[in-house]
């Protein structure tokens, strides 16, 4: 298919099925967890960095958005792979990643401390994106 505005690129659907075959499973949730319409965004954890993290082949999502598999694991899932997409595969919590980067970015800092934003989520905070509510929480609101 060829664009009819000159200038303009076209995307080969067959090429990129080809290319991405071995992410496709994962597409959905990294998608999701990067940002879209009903989820924000992690500040710096774009699209790109997110099929970088996948195409590692280190990660799976195949837990997220799974209704037979336990929520603790689609947490625990996703925790691994954002923490792989702020470069702190390291770490054991986002709250601890959020902290390290705060030190770095403090310590390299002449004019005062970085903003927020820029930080990664507190483990509180990610679990209200990835996280199904739990059935407490169903049954108080319902009530």
């Not at 336990?70 to 601890?96: I, K, N, W």
């Not at 030190?103 to 930080?119: D, E, F, H, N, W």
Request: charged share 20%; hydrophobic share 30%; net charge neutral.
């Amino acid at each position: 298919m060829v664009s009819p505005v000159k200038g303009r690129s076209f995307i080969d659907i067959n090429a990129s099925v080809e290319k991405n075959r071995d992410v496709m499973g994962n597409l959905l949730a990294a998608h999701g967890m990067t940002g879209c319409d009903t989820v924000a965004t992690y500040y710096g954890t774009g699209k790109g960095v997110a099929l970088k993290v996948l195409r590692s082949n280190v990660h799976s999502l195949s837990n997220v958005g799974d209704i037979n598999c336990p929520g603790e694991d689609a947490v625990q899932q996703s925790t691994r792979f954002l923490l792989s997409c702020y470069g702190h595969p390291e770490c054991e919590s986002m709250t601890e990643a959020r902290q390290k980067i705060w030190s770095m970015k403090v310590s390299r800092s002449i004019g005062g401390a970085p903003k927020l934003q820029t930080l990664p989520p507190t483990n509180e905070t990610f679990r209200e994106n990835v996280a199904p509510p739990s059935s407490d929480m169903e049954t108080s609101h319902s009530a």
